[in-house]
């Protein structure tokens, strides 16, 4: 959770600058893509601890959507994940186990439910539009010839 929050934090503050022509964008850009480094390494690690009990199960599937959240490439399957996350959340992402442990595994899960709600708040696909995008990918005009040299 602490690494979500980090990344979360982090893609926040790119919001806040305007964009490549703000001078700490690259700093923010940088910042975040360390953040989330940090998060997928965290993630991959949390993936291989192995469920020895059984109120660990709901806390591999909560790793296992904010991993498939951070590794979403389209915004449909991004906000997808996050909408089967709510309908499923009584099922899947709370123990239902009694007890003390039981219990606390629940408020975690019910923490990084509003993680996740704070990481899907962000406009991380929508940053850039597919116009916008289609227009960075393709050459533009030679600078040398606008100025008329």
Known sequence: MPALAAYTVAERD???VAGGYDPAYLQYEAEADEAREALTTTLIENLWVSISLPT??????????IDALVRAEDVS??????RNMHHSFSRHFQS???????????????DAGQMVDALVALPIFERWSDEEL????????????LIGV
């Open 56 to 65: 660990d199960r709901p806390l591999r599937r909560m790793v296992m959507l």
């Open 96 to 110: 239902q186990d009694v007890g003390r442990l039981a219990q606390s595994v629940n408020v975690v899960l019910v």
């Open 77 to 82: 399957t991004f906000k997808g994940l996050h």
């Open 14 to 16: 790119l919001e806040d």
């Open 134 to 145: 289609a227009i960075f990918h393709k050459p533009g005009p030679d600078p040398l010839d």
